[in-house]
Structure formats: structure tokens, C-alpha cells
């Protein structure tokens, strides 16, 4: 958990509530198109639960934060690009929601999907 000590009070932060607010951040990025597993369990766990933070890993490490996403990006769209949209987004609202610095965000693209074939 991330914890935050105050005068008040002990703050902590689940890694889940991180991983949601992670998601809601992916899914807003322009030229991610989906989720992705990070394995084949994790593929089936999610087809039996659709748990909202399916291609979200959170780690905390003597309180750093780590975030994993796994992303299917748009075809047709530069994949470094969409890549690094989406590690800036994910550390801008993660860091906005808790308030203080996160560590690394690793962005794994799992897939392309080609979304119009025509074109």
C-alpha cells in the first residue's frame, strides 16, 4: 500500500484504487484501442470477473510506485508515440489523485487492431 504519514493520521492507498485511476487514464489516450492481458491467465481471469483494471499491474516497493499497462494500440498509429501519450497521461492523473510523485510506468503494447480495414 502507499502510505503517507500526517500529523492528522496515517493516508493509505491501495494499489487497486491506483490501478482504477490508471485505467480511467489509458482509456482516454488517443490511439489505445483496448486492454490487454499481460498472460494467459490474467486473459481468462478477466473474461470471468471484467475487472475494470484488466491491463493495469501496480507495484509498490518501499513506497515507490511502479505501474505496468498493457495496451493494443490502433493500427496506423506511430507506436512510440502512443506509448509515451500514454505513460505522460497515467502519471499525470495517478500523480494528481495521490498528490505526490510516482516511480516508473512501463507501457507493454500487447497488440495492434486494425479498427477500419478499408482505409
Same mark, same amino acid.
Given at each position: 500500500m502507499a502510505q503517507e504519514i500526517n500529523p492528522l493520521g496515517n493516508i493509505e492507498i491501495a494499489p487497486t484504487a491506483i490501478a482504477t485511476i490508471a485505467s480511467q487514464a489509458v482509456l482516454q489516450s488517443y490511439g489505445v484501442v483496448g486492454m490487454a492481458a499481460k498472460n +494467459? +491467465?490474467?486473459?481468462? /481471469? =478477466? $473474461?470471468? /470477473?471484467?475487472d475494470p483494471r484488466h491491463g493495469i499491474e501496480v507495484r509498490v516497493d518501499e513506497g515507490t510506485i511502479t505501474i505496468d499497462v498493457y495496451v493494443i494500440v490502433e493500427y496506423g498509429t506511430r *507506436? &512510440? &508515440? *502512443?506509448?509515451? &501519450? +500514454?505513460? =505522460? /497521461? +497515467? $502519471?499525470f492523473h495517478v500523480e494528481k489523485a495521490l498528490g505526490g510523485p510516482i516511480g516508473d510506468v512501463n507501457v507493454h503494447v500487447q497488440g495492434l487492431r486494425v479498427s477500419n480495414p478499408d482505409a
Open positions: +494467459v +491467465v490474467d486473459g481468462l /481471469t =478477466n $473474461r470471468l /470477473t471484467r *507506436v &512510440s &508515440s *502512443v506509448a509515451a &501519450s +500514454v505513460a =505522460n /497521461t +497515467v $502519471r
